[in-house]
């Protein structure tokens, strides 16, 4: 896996985690807290600057009521261009 890779995967599961946590109306601030993370950490996930750890992803999916597999499924999605990264350059 490169880099370009890397950034894909990053920006699809940043946009998977935004859309559920948008679903279930809560903030950054809000998400990071339920799941025991810094409130920044939201952020650079939902921008593709970080990418999370599996522990990361079960407390996400946790926090947010929700099985892991969701967010993997979703994030596989964007990653086949299901979703709204499909009209995104990568270097945004």
Known sequence: ???KDRRNDGLAF???LRAARKRKGVTQEQ????ADL???????LERGIR???IATVLQLAEALGLPASTLIDE??????NEGPLRNRSIDE
Do not use: F, I, K, V
């Open 1 to 3: 896996m490169n880099a």
């Open 14 to 16: 940043g946009a998977a």
């Open 31 to 34: 998400l990071a807290h339920a």
């Open 38 to 44: 810094d409130r920044t950490y939201g952020s650079m």
């Open 51 to 53: 990418t999370p750890t």
């Open 75 to 80: 994030t596989l999605a964007q990653l086949r």
